[in-house]
C-alpha cells in the first residue's frame, strides 16, 4: 500500500522552475507540509500560493545558495521547530554551464556545476540526514541523470558532477544501510524545463533546439515519479530510475521527428 505524505515534511531544494516546482507541487497534492528553497526570492514568493492552493498541509520557503557550505548549515539549524523533521529530502538544485570542449572551458563553469551539483548536494545531505537516522524514519531523493551514465561530447563537466551524484547516492545508501533511512537516484534523460535556457545563458533559440522535433520528457513526468518512489512502503527501496524520453535511446542518440 502507498504510504501516506499527509503532513509529513517534504523538503525540495531548487524548486523555483522545472523539476523542483513540479515536485513540490506534486507532494503538495498528498497533504504534505511543503519546505522549497532556491536562490530566487521572487520565484518562491510566486510558488508558495500554488502549493497551497494545489493542498499542501504548510509551505515554508526561504532563499538558499546551496553553493555556500556556511548558508546551508545556518539555513538548516535556523529552521522553525516545527520544520525540522524533514521526511523526504528532494537534492533537486542543480545546473549545466555551457557546452563546450573541456580543455577550452572557461573554469568558472566547473566550479559553478561542482559546487552546486555535488558540494552543495553534500551539504544539503549533511544537514538534513541525522535527523533523520534520530528519528529512524526518512527518505533522501537525489536527482542525476542519464548524464551521469555515459559522457557526451563537450558535457563532460556536468557528466562528471551526475556520476559523482550516482555514487554518492549509492554510497550514502550504504552508510544508512541497517536504519530505515531510504536514498533513491532520480536520472531523466531530457526534460523541457529552464535547464538549457540556464545552460546556454539565456540563450532562448539555442536552448528551444535542444527539444526540437522530439517529444521531451515534463518536469510533470519527474514529479510523478518522484513520488512514486517516495510513497512505495516502507520495506520497499528504489535505488533508481533512469527515465527518457521515448525518442531518446542514449545520453546522445535521439531520434527527431523530420
Ligand atoms: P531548472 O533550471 O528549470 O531548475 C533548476 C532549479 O535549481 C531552479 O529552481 C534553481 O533555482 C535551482 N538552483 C540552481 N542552482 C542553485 C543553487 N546554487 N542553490 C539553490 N538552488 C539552485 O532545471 P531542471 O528543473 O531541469 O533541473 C533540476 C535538476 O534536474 C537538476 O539537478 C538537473 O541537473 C537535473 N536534471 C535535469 C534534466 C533536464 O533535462 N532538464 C535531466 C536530468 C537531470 P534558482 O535559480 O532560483 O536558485
Ligand atoms: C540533463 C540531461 O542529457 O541534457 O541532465 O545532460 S542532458
Redesign the pocket.
Known sequence: MALSLKNKIVFV????????TATALEFAKLGAKIMI????SD?LSAVEPQLREAGAADVHTFA????SREGVANAIAGLPHEWKAVEILVN?????RGLTKMYEDDIQNWEEMID??VK?LLYVTRAIVPGMVERGSGHVIN?G??AGHAAYPNGGVYCATKAAERFISDGLRIDLNGTPVRVTTVD????E???SL?RFRGDSERAAKTYANIDPLT?EDIAETIVWAATRPAHVTIQSVLITPTAQASAYVVTRKS
Open positions: 531544494t531548487g524548486a523555483t522552475a522545472g523539476i523542483g528553497c532556491g536562490r530566487r520565484k538558499l545558495d546551496v553553493q533537486n538544485a542543480g545546473l549545466s552546486t551539483n552543495g536527482l541523470s542519464i531523466p534523460g531530457m526534460v524545463t529552464e535547464f540556464v518536469a
